[in-house]
Structure formats: structure tokens, C-alpha cells
């Protein structure tokens, strides 16, 4: 059964930086493109975009250009490095496969951008 360790979540100030890791066992990780999802209070959970099973990556618009997804497949981690950071990108983080999520999550980790 897949497991997700997401960690790295903190208090930052508007502007500051955070960089997110994710270890994941249950499955070939690299056999599966990863992404990273994020879920604010009151809101359902948004895909912020993908890495491919070869480091390509693709992002949504809310966070193109502020935030950069790595993939270390000898460490089963995927990385969320952001920069430029806002008090809307408050949320719990998660990571999963992408598009199409495993059917299990992990508990996220709390990031929370103080103005």
C-alpha cells in the first residue's frame, strides 16, 4: 500500500521561501509522475501541477514561476521548492501521484504565509 510523508511546512513571511519534501514507498516511484495538491480552509483541494517520470515539469497558473518541483528517484522524494511566497498559498500540502492521485493521501504538512 502506497505511503506519502509529506514535511517542511512552517510559518514564513510574505515573500520568504519554503521548500517541501515527500517520501513515498508502496510503489515504483519512479514509474509514476508526482504531484503536489494543496487544500486552503473552506476549499477543495487544487492540483498545483506535475513532474513527469523524467523531471519534466508543468504547473497551474496560481503558482508558475514562484514554484519549482524537483524528484530525487534513488530517495523516493519528491521536492516542492517556493519562492515569492503569498498568504493566499496558506494551506495544508500535500503530494500524490498526478493527475490521477493514488487512492490514499498522507496527512499533509501545514504551510502558512504570514502577511
Known amino acids: 500500500q502506497v505511503q506519502l510523508v509529506e514535511s517542511g511546512g512552517g510559518l514564513v513571511q510574505a515573500g520568504g521561501s519554503l521548500r517541501l519534501s515527500c517520501v513515498v514507498s508502496?510503489?515504483?516511484?519512479?514509474?509514476?509522475?508526482m504531484s503536489w495538491y494543496r487544500q486552503a480552509p473552506g476549499k477543495q483541494r487544487e492540483l498545483l501541477g506535475v513532474?513527469?517520470?523524467?523531471?519534466?515539469?508543468n504547473y497551474e497558473d496560481s503558482v508558475k514561476g514562484r514554484f519549482t518541483f524537483f524528484r530525487d528517484n534513488a530517495k523516493n522524494t519528491v521536492y516542492l521548492q517556493m519562492n515569492s511566497l503569498k498568504p493566499e498559498d496558506t494551506a495544508v500540502y500535500y503530494c500524490?501521484?498526478?493527475?490521477?492521485?493514488?487512492?490514499?493521501w498522507g496527512q499533509g504538512t501545514q504551510v502558512t504565509v504570514l502577511s
Open positions: 508502496g510503489v515504483i516511484f519512479s514509474a509514476n509522475p
Open positions: 513532474i513527469n517520470r523524467g523531471g519534466g515539469t
Open positions: 500524490n501521484r498526478g493527475p490521477t492521485p493514488f487512492g490514499s
